[in-house]
């Protein structure tokens, strides 16, 4: 069992930055590939990123490809999301998750979800 909880969130003008956090409970954190979803408002969650076990492999959604960064510290058990030049589109809620597959794009590929925090970007 893995208890997730997303933190950073916020209101960004168009162009700046945020940092979003995953924290995991539990001793297996590095056993579990993580990802990044998001869901807007009327629309349905979709992929943000994913990276593999160890961190040496990340895998990105074609809109946030080269703004966004995913990283994990497992020594932390935690999870980050860097967004960079911020647009708009980008306002969400954003979902950590964790699962056994490696790179899944699909929600149903992760077991455990984390409550969301949302970030607001204004143009």
């Known amino acids: 069992q893995v208890q997730l909880v997303e933190s950073g969130g916020g209101l960004v003008q168009a162009g700046g930055s945020l940092r979003l956090s995953c924290a995991a409970s539990g001793r297996t954190f590095s056993s579990y590939a993580m990802a990044w979803f998001r869901q807007a408002p009327g629309k349905e969650r979709e992929f943000v990123a994913a990276?593999?076990?160890?961190?040496?492999?990340?895998y990105y959604a074609d809109s946030v490809k080269g703004r966004f960064t995913i990283s994990r510290d497992n020594a932390k058990n935690t999870v980050y999301l860097q967004m960079n030049s911020l647009k708009p589109e980008d306002t969400a809620g954003y979902y950590c998750a964790a699962g056994n597959l490696f790179l899944e794009t699909a929600e149903l590929g992760y077991s455990y979800w984390g409550q969301g925090t949302q970030v607001t970007v204004s143009s």
């Open positions: 990276i593999g076990r160890s961190g040496s492999s990340t």
